[in-house]
């Protein structure tokens, strides 16, 4: 499970200007897709090898009487309870306030661990102006500079260690096949624990009892076809003796962080509600975590051919960048159309970990430039010259050669269309990236 850290502190402080620097890689990534609805309050951040979640509070006015303020505080203290860590963001050159004084005083009632951060700190080298922020009783103060990057490795440090974490693990496979971590996503009473309840009571399908593993992170590993899986039950499910309980809450970090450890998601839509601005939130969750994905429409037993046709038209408007994915139609309660779900699941899964060498790459590669070159842009060429892969899970193909930033998305796609269709990858996001020697 990857850590939460929220981000709190009175309006104009920075938060949303840290925000965009600590999950600013994924963000290039995103951007590259259309019609890509997505929360901005949630993202992912990387520190070297450790992944976390990062949540910009709206704000907090800890004493905010009514309506749209009240509905912040009441947020602020959702993503503060889910949240490992909090780091507190003051404004380093407008000195402590009031408003601060009232957060420090709610959160040490809460009781997180908390890192006191004063922002906009570039140029103040003796640090005599932070003195003040002591005041606060939250201890140290560090002084960062969201706009100009400083200080931010350190802060992100001091956010993580106090969590001990494990290194992360490799991914390298020792031989033996690892089981496919899934996770059923979808809002609230689309029919998840319908669905898994159905799935984990059917006898072909062994489930063992063990308790979880991971902090709060509880999953269900079962066995289906001599293929093992583990079920990852935190997106909005909780397991409640032999069957699962959807948890009274919807709560987007437990479905981020569901969705960031599985290998494959199950998107789970309701056919008699259509796509919802939710539905469109969680796809693009999904798609930024670059995971495996296969999407079910559910209900279909309650819905007639008229909204049938509307709901497959609003996923094709709504969730174009979910192209790639397998969409199937089942109900769960009437245990329809089930059985090719798995086998969708297990080709996504197969699709995501593919193994590309270096010499078919490089010749598919040579072969789609033969087949059409890339455009000349003014006096450049892109020359592309080898492949190699750069990851998995998603598959990542790393393309060699010089002036590279020239080459045209469209030619990008047309490359991964390519690279799509000869290794069979269906379900999995592939990402392309070029590196120039010059
Ligand atoms: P939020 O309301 O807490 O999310 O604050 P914003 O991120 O919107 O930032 C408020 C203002 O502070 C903006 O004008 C930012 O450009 C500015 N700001 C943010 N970080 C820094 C910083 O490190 N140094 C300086 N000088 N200004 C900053
Ligand atoms: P969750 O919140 O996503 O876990 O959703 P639930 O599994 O609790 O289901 C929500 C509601 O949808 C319940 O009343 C279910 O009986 C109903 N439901 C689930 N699957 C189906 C289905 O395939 N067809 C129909 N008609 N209703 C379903």
Request: net charge negative; charged share 20%; proline share 9%.
């Given at each position: 499970m990857k850590p939460v850290i929220a981000l709190?502190?009175?309006?104009?402080?920075?938060?949303?200007?840290?925000?965009?620097?600590?999950t600013q890689t994924r963000d290039a990534i995103v951007a590259d897709y259309a019609g890509l609805t997505r929360d901005r309050h949630y993202g992912n951040g990387r520190l070297g090898r450790h992944e976390f979640i990062v949540i910009d509070t709206g704000g907090f006015e800890p004493d905010a009487g009514s309506g749209i303020f009240k509905e912040m505080a009441k947020q602020t203290r959702q993503a503060v309870a889910e949240a490992d860590v909090v780091v507190f963001v003051v404004d380093a050159r407008e000195g402590l306030s009031a408003q601060d004084h009232e957060i420090g005083k709610e959160l040490r009632r809460l009781g997180k661990p908390c890192v006191l951060v004063a922002n906009k700190a570039e140029g103040m080298h003796d640090g005599t102006k932070l003195v003040e922020f002591y005041e606060l009783g939250l201890g140290d103060v560090h002084g960062v500079s969201a706009a100009h990057g400083q200080g931010i490795r350190d802060l992100v440090e001091?956010?993580?260690?106090?969590?001990?974490?494990?290194?992360?693990?490799?991914?390298?496979?020792?031989g033996e096949a690892k089981p496919i971590k899934l996770a059923v996503a979808g809002r609230p009473n689309v029919g998840k624990s319908t669905l898994i309840n159905t799935w984990l009571g059917e006898e072909r399908l062994v489930a063992f009892d063990m308790p979880g593993t991971t902090r709060d992170a509880i999953t269900v590993p079962f066995e289906r076809n001599g293929q093992r899986f583990e079920l990852i039950d935190t997106a909005g499910l909780r397991r409640k003796g032999k069957v699962f309980e959807a948890i009274e809450k919807f709560s987007v970090v437990k479905t981020l962080q569901a969705i960031e450890s599985a290998n494959v998601v199950l998107l789970l839509l309701d056919a008699t509600q259509g796509v919802t601005d939710q539905d469109a939130h969680i796809a693009g969750y999904i798609l930024e975590s670059g995971r495996a994905v296969v999407i079910a429409v559910n209900k279909w037993d309650a819905v007639d051919s008229y909204q049938r046709e509307q709901v497959q038209r609003q996923i094709e408007t709504r969730l174009p960048f979910l192209k790639?994915?397998?969409?199937h139609l089942i109900s769960a309660i009437k245990r329809q159309g089930l059985g090719p779900v798995w086998q969708a699941i297990a080709q996504a899964h197969k699709s995501a970990t593919r193994k590309m060498s270096t010499p078919v790459l490089t010749r598919l590669l040579l072969e789609a430039v033969q087949f059409q070159s890339p455009q000349r842009a003014g006096m450049f060429r892109p020359k592309l010259?080898?492949?190699?892969?750069?990851?998995?899970?998603?598959?990542?193909?790393?393309?060699?050669?010089?002036?590279?930033?020239?080459?045209?998305?469209?030619?990008?796609?047309?490359?991964e269309g390519r690279f799509r269709k000869e290794f069979d990858l269906v379900g999995t996001p592939l990402r392309i990236e070029f590196k120039s020697s010059h």
């Open positions: 709190v502190g009175r309006p104009n402080v920075g938060k949303s200007t840290l925000f965009n620097r600590l001091l956010a993580l260690e106090p969590l001990n974490l494990p290194e992360p693990e490799d991914e390298q496979d020792n790639f994915a397998a969409l010259r080898y492949a190699h892969q750069g990851g998995m899970n998603p598959p990542v193909i790393v393309i060699h050669g010089n002036s590279l930033e020239h080459v045209t998305e469209a030619y990008k796609r047309f490359l």
